[in-house]
């Protein structure tokens, strides 16, 4: 694995029940992702926030965090559990349609093109085995009150399979991630990598033409396990020819729940179903003419970035 580049640190923030605990760093709520979708035929993009619907709108954590430029201290978007749009009994995704500063926040985005598609799994050869990391808030130590994401890393050990979802869904495809995580990082973003290693002349190197670095999906759980407690005692009973050992008033058994290490991400390309939802589509459609507009109507504007479109700046 390469070393991972500050642009995947700055695609993620942390999520917080609200403005108080976001200021405060608290050690609650979970992780989320920036995503941009290109503008298809004038300059820009259209940005959005995407984490899990357990996170942001079941468990209520839907207010924003990101770091400013600067480092004197951090941003906060005030977002309520109304403002993430998904599907009811769908994959465990959640988006806002979000307004952002980018002239003062340390913010990166993963582009639309980057996410891995059902074709792209042929084309690169994508399946079991292949490395992935993932990057979120590891809650013991996350930065308090800036935001430090940290980096797991892993492989896929199962390629998509239908596996219950805490939206109650049960027919919609996850991958099974060689990856250990814990709370905090549910709604991070999980990227595959792979380079193509040949002995050239005797020598081993990386072939530049196969190297793939994509985004595979979003992680939203992981498998529990059940850990027996032993807490029953044996006491050696004296017998004829020997001493024997018996069990003396067997106690019941006892379980703590842990993790396994065995963990779950929804496909990257459940985003882009979600976001043809009309209160995500419409408000990108609007955006759109308009921009179309003030480039017909304004030959300067056509060799120009928008600065912004109702509300979302673009760069």
């Not at 952002?100 to 042929?122: C, P, R, Y």
Request: glycine share 10%; net charge negative; proline share 7%.
């Amino acid at each position: 694995m390469p070393t991972i580049s500050d642009d995947f640190l700055n695609c993620v923030f942390y999520l917080y029940p609200s403005r108080e605990d976001a200021e405060k760093g608290t050690n609650l709520g979970g992780t989320g992702f920036f995503f941009s979708i290109d503008l298809t035929d004038v300059p820009g993009s259209y940005y959005y926030a995407v984490t899990n619907w357990h996170v942001a709108v079941q468990g209520g954590a839907s207010v924003i965090r990101v770091n400013k430029r600067d480092g004197s201290s951090s941003e906060i978007l005030g977002l309520d559990p109304h403002d993430w749009v998904f599907k009811r009994r769908w994959h465990d995704l959640a988006i806002a349609d979000i307004a952002l500063d980018l002239e003062a926040n340390k913010i990166s985005f993963i582009g639309s093109e980057m996410l891995v598609s059902q074709a792209d799994l042929g084309k690169y050869g994508i399946g079991v085995g292949e490395d992935v990391f993932m990057v979120g808030r590891f809650m013991d130590h996350d930065g308090g009150e800036t935001n430090v994401p940290a980096v797991r890393f892993g492989n896929i050990a199962v390629m998509p399979q239908p596996i219950e979802q805490p939206t109650g869904a049960k027919d919609l495809p996850s991958y099974i991630l060689d990856v250990h995580s814990r709370s905090g990082y549910s709604g991070s973003p999980v990227f595959a990598f792979h380079s193509k290693v040949e002995l050239k002349g005797g020598t081993l190197s990386t072939v530049v033409g196969n190297r793939m670095m994509k985004f595979l999906g979003v992680h939203w759980g992981q498998f529990p396990e059940r850990w027996e407690i032993e807490s029953g005692y044996r006491t050696p009973v004296r017998r004829k020819g020997g001493s024997q050992s018996l069990p003396v008033d067997e106690p019941p058994v006892h379980y703590v729940k842990g993790f396994s290490g065995m963990t779950l991400a929804i496909p990257a390309d459940a985003i882009t179903e979600l976001l043809e939802m009309p209160k995500l589509k419409e408000p990108r459609e609007r955006a759109l003419a308009e921009v179309r507009h003030a480039h017909r109507n304004d030959p300067v504007a056509e060799a120009a970035e928008p600065e912004a479109l109702d509300g979302n700046p673009r760069h």
